[in-house]
Nanobody, 114 residues
Framework: QVPLVESGGGLVQSGGSLRLSCEAA????????IVWIRQAPGKGREGISC????????YYENSVKGRFTISRDNTRNMVYLQMSDLKPEDTAVYYC???????WGQGTQVTVSS
């Protein structure tokens, strides 16, 4: 299992943007598909986006399609989630993980105010 560290969350107004980052501590992400998963207050975890190991294939859940963009830079061992046109319903703790799922990191909090 690859321990992942998420960063980039924060408080933003509705319509704003944030870029989340995901990096591995002491391991290479380049062998793994990576998923972004979020958990809103009082709700279960929801997979919202995925990227294959090469970066050539991506997936988006309908609620974020057209607003979020997943990307990766294997030379920097990083995966990103660019989030635009944020809405209050995007408020959640955001996690990255390998696919199949491995160890969970601490996540990064995203709060969108109306």
């Amino acid at each position: 299992q690859v321990p992942l560290v998420e960063s980039g969350g924060g408080l933003v107004q509705s319509g704003g943007s944030l870029r989340l980052s995901c990096e591995a501590a002491g391991a290479s992400l380049g062998y793994y598909a990576i998923v972004w998963i979020r958990q809103a207050p009082g709700k279960g975890r929801e997979g919202i986006s995925c990227i294959d190991y090469s970066g050539q294939s991506t997936y988006y859940e309908n609620s974020v399609k057209g607003r979020f963009t997943i990307s990766r830079d294997n030379t920097r061992n990083m995966v990103y989630l660019q989030m635009s046109d944020l809405k209050p319903e995007d408020t959640a703790v955001y996690y990255c993980n390998t696919w199949p799922l491995g160890a969970w990191g601490q996540g990064t909090q995203v709060t969108v105010s109306s």
